[in-house]
């Protein structure tokens, strides 16, 4: 079974300067997805980003951007440019590519909690 | 295109009753998810429906239950309520178009809050 880590409960940023959020998987799957959600407090979850683990280059969405390390099974987010709309929870998420295993089956880490200081 | 629709919004019931959670997904798409979020267990996975099969199922009692219309609006049941199944339970859909789940995104709905007394 999958298993994913997110090792900071809680981060603080200063408004406008970058945070980094740390994520481990652990999986024997070669092929797979992982993904970043934000849920706000709202409890909207919403998509940040999204990574292809057959795809080296790391994705990249306006201010945020990912580090995917898949040999040390390491997919950390990066926030630039702070802003206050990005106080929430984050969740890391790894979704298997083999879908007769899994079917759409989304296995999440425990979050991380971002403070953004005006 | 209007997102995933969650009803009722807010839930109070009593252990020992039962209760039914809707959802309705992005037009178009096919399968509908279900989780579980709660403080001390995090998101855990319910299960997942397509074309009004049930693809996969998490480690839940049998209590927990679901079924998908062919519309692919989604509900799922919990009978005989615990004080542990009070949480937030969330849908999410994808578009799904052949089956495979490949590349799929999954949307989320803004979620169901069950308190159970």
């Known amino acids: 079974a999958q298993t994913v880590t997110q090792s900071q409960p809680e981060m603080s940023v200063q408004e406008a300067e970058t945070v980094t959020l740390s994520c481990t998987y652990d999986t024997s799957e070669s092929d797979y997805y992982l993904f970043w959600y934000k849920q706000p407090p709202s409890r909207q979850m919403i998509l940040v980003i999204r990574q292809e683990a057959y795809k080296q280059q790391n994705a990249t969405e306006n201010r945020f951007s990912v580090n995917f390390q898949k040999a040390a099974k390491s997919f950390s987010l990066k926030i630039s440019d702070s802003q206050l709309g990005d106080a929430a929870m984050y969740f890391c998420a790894y979704r298997s590519a083999v879908i007769k295993a899994a079917g759409n089956k989304l296995t999440f880490g425990g979050g991380t909690r971002v403070l953004v200081k005006p | 295109k209007a997102g995933v629709t969650q009803t009722p919004r807010y839930l109070i019931k009593t252990r020992g009753q039962q209760v039914t959670l809707s959802c309705s997904p992005i037009s178009g798409h096919r399968s509908v998810s279900w989780y579980q979020q709660t403080p001390g267990q995090g998101l855990q996975f319910l299960f997942e429906y397509f074309s009004e099969t049930q693809r996969n199922k998490g480690n839940f009692p049998g209590r927990f239950s679901g079924r998908q219309f062919s519309n692919s609006r989604s509900e799922m049941n919990v009978s005989t309520l615990e004080l542990g199944d009070s949480a937030l339970y969330l849908c999410?859909?994808?578009?799904?178009?052949?089956?495979?789940?490949?590349?799929?995104?999954?949307?989320f709905g803004p979620g169901t809050r069950l308190l159970v007394l």
């Open positions: 999410a859909s994808s578009l799904d178009s052949q089956g495979s789940g490949y590349q799929e995104t999954q949307y």
